[in-house]
């Protein structure tokens, strides 16, 4: 994590996350956060099906980067790290 981060926003994003998490798992997929980068900017990793899957970006911009800006509006975006 971003030394810049607090805790708060951190909290938020993984509430976010689980809010989102038994969809992905659903599918046989999860995700990690990664990082919070000093602009905003949430760095996630998508895991199993999710990973491979040919809709992940619009998973990641329908769904995760918007469960994230519902509890911290101040995230300017999403974006999934791959290996």
């Known amino acids: 994590m971003s030394v810049q981060t607090d805790s708060g926003l951190l909290q938020k994003i993984e509430k976010a996350l689980a809010d989102i ?25 998508l895991h199993g ?4 899957c040919n809709v992940n970006q619009m998973t990641l911009t329908a769904g995760v980067e918007q469960s994230i800006k519902k509890y911290a509006p101040e995230v300017k975006g999403v974006v999934n790290i791959d290996d």
């Open 21 to 45: 998490r038994p969809y992905l798992e659903s599918d046989g997929g999860d995700i990690s956060l990664i990082e919070v980068t000093p602009d905003m900017v949430v760095k996630v990793k």
């Open 49 to 52: 099906a999710c990973q491979s």
